[in-house]
């Protein structure tokens, strides 16, 4: 059974500032999803990791994956309000054979970054 | 949003009653997924689709059904609701190739008294 872990739950921060959020996994997965949502709102895709060292960047956002760790990483630099949200992390079991068995997320981070 | 609707939106029912929330996409996907979402547990799969008729459990599955006769609607039914199963829903499709990905629905709050 997979097993997601992500920390930290709950973060605040300063706009400005830099900070990492991990995302562990116990078994082997063939990529990981990066989602982020708003209070009230769905998910909306951030980053879709598809191999052992997968580095990908949009904005302020940067997330990373290696696989051999199963660990995977978003950065947040020079951090603004609008990245407040909660984010999730969700690696997809090797053994799903073509994704049709469904994620496993991970509880969420949740981000406040204050002025 | 990318032709997944979800219905209802909000809904609130009695203990003991059942309750059905449609997912409907317009994709032509093969994949259909149903989460809960509650505080302090992130997202959790209830029952997921691989097609027509062709349904499997998920991890949280006890007290829902579902029922997949038509590739574009995906029905969850909680066959008699109980105030555990007060929940945010949220139903997803998924699309098989090496570039797959997951969408979702904008979810059903659901509210069992």
């Known amino acids: 059974e997979l097993k997601v872990e992500q920390n930290p739950l709950f973060l605040s921060m300063q706009e400005g500032k830099n900070y990492t959020i991990y995302c562990n996994y116990s078994?082997?997965?063939?990529?990981l999803y990066w989602y982020r949502q708003d209070p009230g709102k769905s998910l909306e895709s951030l980053f879709v990791?598809?191999?052992?060292?997968a580095v990908k960047q949009e904005g302020r956002l940067m997330a990373s994956l290696d696989t051999k760790a199963r660990l995977s990483t978003l950065h947040i630099t020079a951090a603004v309000h609008d990245l407040s949200a909660t984010y999730f992390c969700?690696?997809?079991?090797?053994?799903?054979?073509?994704?049709?068995?469904?994620?496993?997320f991970g509880k969420g981070t949740h981000l406040i970054i204050q002025p | 949003d990318a032709g997944i609707t979800q219905s209802p939106r909000h809904k609130v029912t009695e203990t003991g009653t059942p309750v059905t929330l449609r997912c409907h996409q317009t994709?032509?996907?093969?994949?259909m997924y149903w989460y809960r979402q509650d505080p302090g547990h992130g997202l959790r799969l209830i029952h997921y689709?691989?097609?027509?008729?062709?349904?499997d459990k998920g991890e949280v599955s006890d007290g829902y059904s579902v029922s997949r006769s038509k590739t574009e609607d995906f029905l969850l039914t909680l066959e008699s609701a109980t105030s555990s199963q007060t929940s945010v829903y949220f139903c997803?499709?998924?699309?098989?190739?090496?570039?797959?990905?997951?969408?979702f629905g904008s979810g059903t709050r659901l509210t069992v008294v």
């Open positions: 078994t082997t997965s063939d990529r």
């Open positions: 990791l598809l191999s052992n060292g």
């Open positions: 689709s691989y097609g027509v008729k062709d349904t």
């Open positions: 997803a499709i998924s699309w098989p190739g090496q570039a797959y990905g997951y969408t």
């Open positions: 994709e032509n996907h093969r994949y």
């Open positions: 969700a690696p997809n079991p090797m053994y799903s054979g073509g994704g049709a068995d469904g994620l496993t």
